[in-house]
């Protein structure tokens, strides 16, 4: 059995109820109750082939140990439409059949259709996701994790009832922290000072572990670390950079967008310095 649920679907009982699906489907077409051995991804994007559950299945595959694949439907092992093509190719060599809920016995026409529309469903979500983060911003809203000096506001509700998510407070023990590291490198202090004293007297930093020099000094070019946050000065800047990834390894990386197509808005109310 291989089972999966991605990141944008945060529910860790989604393996276990694919799982017990994919019970159901041995059960009824084999007569096998149990299966040899189960493989899975929890909160992982079926995009990426970097996935240890689907890597240690295709290891286990090659190793003849696996005769049968069973999985809820063709989407869960990838929705990358040359992933999803390779690994079909691959499987047909080792003399391993897949079987889904959704799809029955998966054949050629199955990954030319199916893998297709997987692969424009992703498109399509990822496409929907940035109109919805370019709204947020446009709103003066975070479209992102909570920066460091900054709380996030929950529980408000818009004239439909419906939540209002990205609202964003000043946190004051946290600004204290921003206003001192400022001041100190104006004052002419070297970041590293500044890192060795925060340390010494115990204070967490943005990721709840001992200050390190990027926390402070961060890059430049994209505006990383706090001496480079944008926000601090009560400005809002969403799509200045724009992650790629390489279809090959599936490592990632951060490239800069054009300036025209950044998207700025004045929020006085979250100004720390």
């Known amino acids: 059995i291989y089972a999966r649920y991605s990141s944008d679907l945060q529910n860790p009982a989604s393996i276990e109820d694919q799982i017990a699906l994919c019970k159901t489907l041995m059960s009824r077409h084999f007569g096998v ?3 040899a051995a189960v493989y899975s991804d929890a909160a992982i994007s079926g995009s990426t ?6 890597l240690a299945l295709m290891e286990a595959a090659e190793k003849g140990d696996v005769d049968v694949i069973v999985a809820e439907g063709l989407d869960r092992i990838s929705r990358s439409l040359p992933d999803i093509a390779s690994i079909h190719e691959l499987l047909q060599h080792y003399g391993v059949k897949v079987w889904t809920a959704h799809e029955g016995e998966v054949t050629d026409l199955h990954i030319g259709f199916k893998g297709t529309m997987n ?7 990822k496409d929907k996701v940035r109109r919805a983060h370019r709204a947020l911003a446009a709103a003066g809203r975070g479209t992102s994790s909570v920066a460091y000096g900054y709380k996030a506001v929950r529980g408000v509700l818009d004239e439909r009832g419906r939540y209002v998510n990205g609202l964003r407070e000043i946190d004051p023990g946290q600004a204290a922290i921003v ?3 400022f001041k100190e490198f104006t004052s002419g202090i070297p970041v590293r000072q500044i890192v060795k ?4 007297e115990g204070i967490p930093s943005p990721s709840g572990r001992k200050w390190r020099v990027a926390a402070i000094s961060g890059e430049a070019s994209r505006h990383r670390g706090v001496l480079y946050n944008d926000l601090y000065r009560g400005v809002l800047v969403y799509n200045r950079t724009r992650r790629m990834t390489d ?7 951060y490239v800069l967008n054009p300036p025209e197509e950044w ?3 004045p929020v006085p109310e979250l100004r720390i310095v």
């Open 33 to 35: 109750a149990e299966p």
């Open 49 to 54: 082939m970097s996935r240890p559950g689907l």
């Open 119 to 125: 692969a424009l469903y992703l498109r399509d979500m």
């Open 179 to 181: 206003r001192r590291i």
């Open 197 to 200: 004293s925060l340390n010494e």
């Open 247 to 253: 279809p090959r390894s599936g490592r990632s990386k």
């Open 263 to 265: 998207v700025i808005v």
